[in-house]
Nanobody, 128 residues
């Protein structure tokens, strides 16, 4: 059974930084692309960042480009999201996600429908 567990959320002032982690278990982590999404109250779940299974390719939502960095450590079965220069509009529950299907090593997925496994989410609150 595939499990994803996020951690690292919290309360931070605008301009600050946080690093989220997503630990996975239940299968060979390095074979699958991973992603981060976020959902604010009353809004849809939005794409934040994606990384290919090899870790070579990454992609970001427009609102976080230049501020957030996704990375993965395949030896630790963990994907990370480094968030810098945080803004109040970054406040949301952050979810990591994994695909059920194997893709070529350079593939990335950026929509919710392409992911099959989700973590429980971690709250990030940025105060002004």
């Amino acid at each position: 059974q595939v499990q994803l567990v996020e951690s690292g959320g919290g309360l931070v002032q605008a301009g600050g930084s946080l690093r989220l982690s997503c630990a996975t278990s239940g299968r060979t982590f390095s074979n699958y692309p991973m992603g981060w999404f976020r959902q604010a109250p009353g809004k849809e779940r939005d794409f934040v960042a994606a990384i290919s299974s090899s870790g070579i390719r990454t992609d970001y939502g427009d609102s976080v480009k230049g501020r957030f960095t996704i990375s993965r450590d395949n030896a630790k079965n963990t994907v990370y999201l480094q968030m810098n220069s945080l803004k109040p509009e970054d406040t949301a529950v952050y979810y990591c996600a994994a695909t059920r299907i194997l893709y070529p090593s350079g593939a990335m997925k950026t929509t919710t429908r392409e992911y099959d496994y989700w973590g429980q989410g971690t709250q990030v609150t940025v105060s002004s």
